[in-house]
């Protein structure tokens, strides 16, 4: 988004719009950080959470890495995707599958 209005202000067609757009974009990206800085009391506890199972999530996000890694470089990725289709079909989630 930042690339586009920069592109547009660089342009130098019309300056009033750009500095409108600058303006904007900026103002955008300032209340983007506001909200979370507010927000970021409420996520206190399951921040907490999180820090005491870091440990625990790090190695079941590596194992998860791990496992799709080895699905790539054994070229099942076609296979793998057909299960999973399948399995959220039994379960009643098609329209998920359809969404692609």
Do not use: C
């Not at 791990?66 to 379960?91: C, E, H, K, W, Y």
Request: glycine share 12%; aromatic share 8%; net charge positive.
């Amino acid at each position: 988004m930042l690339g586009t209005v920069l592109n547009f202000a660089a342009q130098g067609e019309n300056l009033t719009r750009s500095a409108v757009l600058l303006t904007a974009y900026s103002f955008g990206l300032g209340a983007s950080f506001l909200v979370v800085g507010l927000a970021f009391g409420r996520f206190a506890t399951p921040l907490a959470w999180v820090k005491r199972h870091s440990r625990g999530i790090t190695l079941a996000s590596a194992a998860v890495l791990g496992v799709f890694g080895v699905i790539l470089l054994a070229n099942q990725l076609p296979q793998v995707t057909a299960r999973l289709s399948d399995a959220m079909r039994a379960l009643g989630l098609s329209r998920l599958v359809s969404l692609g």
